[in-house]
Nanobody
Framework: VRVVESGGGLVQPGGSLRLSCAAS????????VGWFRQGPGKEREGVSC????????YFANSAKGRFTISRDNAKNTVYLQMNSLQPEDTAVYYC????????????????????????WGQGTQVTVAS
């Protein structure tokens, strides 16, 4: 049972990246999934989360209007599309699944905290610089 992130890299300000979170050993579609990031010297923070039930989503204020989160159940993968990237988006990005319960709703920031998620990937570096 694990998740693996990919898609990070170096991008210029204003550019885009799509991160992928691929699961193995379980069906990701039934579980809440979150994207988190940790910049240099900063705490890990929730960027976006998607529910395992009704499709509800949460975005941090820093991500609203620029990032989207989506699922491809056939590929057992969750994506984070990031547009209009800025240097302050530079961080290691992690995905995680909450395997404690299926069909969990995401109602707000409280459901998108790192402590709510227990199955973490190894992270992928995103660097935004010119």
């Amino acid at each position: 049972v694990r998740v693996v992130e990919s898609g990070g890299g170096l991008v210029q300000p204003g550019g885009s990246l799509r991160l992928s979170c691929a699961a193995s050993g379980f069906f990701l579609q039934y579980y809440a999934v979150g994207w988190f990031r940790q910049g240099p010297g900063k705490e890990r923070e929730g960027v976006s989360c998607v529910s395992g039930s009704d499709g509800s989503v949460y975005f941090a204020n820093s991500a609203k209007g620029r990032f989207t989160i989506s699922r491809d159940n056939a590929k057992n993968t969750v994506y984070l599309q990031m547009n209009s990237l800025q240097p302050e988006d530079t961080a290691v990005y992690y995905c995680a699944a909450d395997l404690r319960t299926t069909h969990k709703n995401i109602e707000g920031a409280d459901q998108c905290r790192p402590i709510e998620f227990g199955s973490w990937g190894q992270g992928t570096q995103v660097t935004v610089a010119s």
